[in-house]
């Protein structure tokens, strides 16, 4: 995952992890932050996908919807918000620490 690396460095002061259930479904990032907790996927694909945020749809149907921010770090050059999540280009990773 070298793209997510220079967020996790920056953000090193605050507990974080990868996420998986029994049955497969994953998050690569998991972060606790102030009362909620971020859910990050990283994808080295330059154009965006919706099937990217399954994961993350079916964290926060776990995490419950009040305790939980999604975003998907990508190799595109274009950030924005899909669905309630916000998508940064890999140069904008850093800005992950929301």
């Given at each position: 995952?070298?793209?997510?690396?220079?967020?996790?460095?920056a953000?090193?002061?605050?507990?974080s992890t990868?996420?998986?259930?029994?049955?497969?479904?994953?998050?690569?990032?998991?972060?606790?932050?102030?009362?909620?907790?971020d859910?990050?996927?990283?994808?080295?694909?330059?154009?965006?996908?919706?099937e990217?945020?399954?994961?993350?749809?079916?964290?926060?149907g776990?995490?419950?919807?009040?305790?939980?921010?999604?975003?998907?770090?990508?190799g595109?050059?274009?950030?924005?918000?899909?669905?309630?999540?916000?998508v940064?280009?890999?140069?904008?990773?850093?800005?992950?620490?929301?």
């Amino acid at each position: 995952m070298p793209i997510c690396e220079p967020t996790l460095s920056a953000t090193c002061a605050r507990w974080s992890t990868f996420w998986r259930d029994a049955v497969g479904h994953e998050v690569d990032i998991v972060r606790r932050h102030g009362g909620s907790l971020d859910a990050w996927e990283c994808k080295s694909g330059g154009t965006y996908v919706a099937e990217w945020a399954k994961g993350l749809d079916y964290w926060r149907g776990h995490a419950g919807a009040g305790q939980t921010r999604r975003g998907i770090i990508y190799g595109g050059d274009t950030s924005f918000v899909r669905s309630g999540i916000r998508v940064l280009a890999w140069r904008e990773a850093g800005k992950a620490a929301i």
